[in-house]
Structure formats: C-alpha cells, structure tokens
C-alpha cells in the first residue's frame, strides 16, 4: 500500500510565502511524476505544478514566477515553495504521484488527503 502524506498549509496575508512537502511512502517500485493540485470551493480541481523523475517541471500560468516545484528522490518527497502569495491561491492543495508499486506492476495514481492554504487580503 502505498501513503501520500502532506503537511505545511495554513494561513498567510497576501504577499507571504509557504512551503508545502508531500512524501510517498509504502510499497515503491519507481516515482514517474509528482504534482501539487488545488481547488478551491466551487471550482475544479487544477494542476499547480509537475515534477518528473526526469526533472522536468511544468507549471500552471497562474503561478509561474512565484511557485517553484522540487523534488527529493531520495526522500520520495516533493515540496511546493509558494512566493508572492495572493488571496485566488487560497485552496486546498493535494498532492499526486503517478508510480508504480512493485516491478512488473502497472502505473498508478494516488493522492493525499489534502492541505488547505488560506491568502487573505
């Protein structure tokens, strides 16, 4: 079984920064790509930002320049560093990592329970 575990939301004025970390754990053949998603009340959910295990990253337009994906392979940890924050960011963040459990074993998405990030103005 494998565990998607987030941690640093919370509350920030308009202008701050947060970091968020995401760690997989359990059984893990190999990490294709982890990605922060958000969504906020009333709207879907979106993509934030992609890491691959190749490092390519890929960002919404909405956060390029202020958001910064990055990844511990070692660790099996993705962290989202948020700069320049603003109120529309205000959002519960989830975390995604498309693996593969075991060799042989097909690609598969799991998710984590989620962390809120509150902007206010």
């Known amino acids: 079984q494998v565990q998607l575990v987030e941690s640093g939301g919370g509350l920030v004025q308009a202008g701050g920064s947060l970091r968020l970390s995401c760690t997989a754990s359990g059984s893990i053949f190999s990490i294709y790509a982890m990605t922060w998603y958000r969504q906020a009340p009333g709207n879907q959910r979106e993509l934030v930002a992609r890491v691959t295990s190749g490092g390519t990253t890929n960002y919404a337009d909405s956060v390029k320049g202020r958001f910064t994906i990055s990844r511990d392979t070692a660790k099996n940890t993705v962290y989202l560093q948020m700069n320049s924050l603003k109120p529309e960011d205000t959002a519960v963040y989830y975390c995604?990592?498309?693996?593969?459990?075991?060799?042989?074993?097909?690609?598969?998405?799991?998710w984590g329970q989620g962390t809120q990030v509150t902007v206010s103005s």
């Open positions: 995604n990592a498309g693996l593969v459990g075991t060799a042989g074993s097909r690609l598969r998405d799991y």
